[in-house]
């Protein structure tokens, strides 16, 4: 074999590894990319983006994942835009948990489930699969959507949803996580849950039309392709407070476990857990979590103090073998403890 064959067999093999890990990294591009379902395009005012236990800085660029947590402050406003075309439009003091959005093959999405806490949401449904069914949700209600666009409203005892294209089905959620059927709204109807007593009303209701964000009575402008180029990595501020995430420990009873599990680890900062001990009516079932976290407490001082005893023991042991006089080596004697328990040397 001459030198030509031997580097071209080289060259053979090089390639062939090359083709193998592309191969092997193309399924990892493709669950990074899954991950990412939609992109902040529109910021303004003060906002935050909860991901995990901690809080980051919303800027437009910025992209949004599957179970992210939106918060805006008094006068802000957020646009995502998602990857299925679904617009939405976030107002001030709001709170928006991203709960599903699950993307298939092609940009079609498979299931989706948005959950407003407080505030304001405006939606217009995906253009790729309008007849997907999504899942807007407040506390009390649940709304099948597919192919329309209104605007959902979480006051102080009040959820309001006004209807501006197509039909929905409107359920209701009991503290028991039960779905009620409440009717059906179409274009142009406004439905209205307030202390307990539901309405459906044919039109839009001045009470509610007052109180509309200015920019929810114009067009909706779509500024995704001026980001087309733009990805931010969203900026961490700091670890999630008790204030940030107390309105997500009050939402829809199937996701208070989920949110007890996700924020468990905060109770080791001692703000956080005597935020939630101090609020424990609005949110009993974080009880016997902290219950458990106190015992395990007792028991991490508990074996500090016996390993600190024992060490005390042995130490005094050493002293009492040690070269001193025999007055002293008594004393030691009668107060060495072992495990907390007192030991007579003979």
Known sequence: MNAIDRRWRCTQRQLLLCCALLLLLLPYQTLIAADEVGTVTLSEG?????????V????????????????????????????????????ESSTLHLVRYQIGTDQRLEA?????????????????????????????????????????SVADGEQDVLLEEG????????????????????AGEHFELSRGFTRFHQRLQVRFGSRLPKHYKQ??????????????????????????IKWLLASRPELRKKFIKRFSERLKDPTFRRAVRNNLNKHP????????????????????????????????????????????????MMRTKVCGVRLVWI
């Open 167 to 186: 039909e929905v089905e409107v359920d209701l959620i009991d503290q028991q996580a039960l779905h009620r059927r409440a009717g059906r709204l179409r």
């Open 285 to 332: 079932e974080w009880r016997d979590r902290l219950i458990e976290k106190r015992n395990k407490q007792k028991k991490q001082k508990k074996k500090k103090r016996i390993n600190r005893d024992s060490c005390d023991g042995l130490r005094r042991r050493h002293l009492i073998n040690s070269e001193m006089p025999l007055i002293k080596r008594m004393a030691l």
């Open 46 to 54: 003060a906002a935050e983006l909860i991901r995990g236990t901690a």
């Open 112 to 152: 989706a489930d948005v959950s407003l806490l407080k505030g304001w949401l405006r939606f217009v449904t995906g253009l790729i699969q309008p007849e997907r069914t999504v899942n807007y949700s407040t506390p009390f209600i649940n709304l099948g959507i597919k192919g329309t666009q209104g605007v959902i």
């Open 219 to 244: 067009k909706t402008v779509r500024h995704l392709k001026k980001l087309k180029k733009r990805k931010i990595k969203a900026k961490k501020l700091r670890a999630a407070g008790y204030n940030d």
């Open 56 to 91: 980051y800085q919303l800027e437009p660029g910025v992209m949004v994942e599957q179970d992210d947590i939106i918060e805006t402050a008094a006068g802000a406003r957020v646009q995502l835009e998602m990857v299925d075309q679904t617009l939405l439009d976030i107002g």
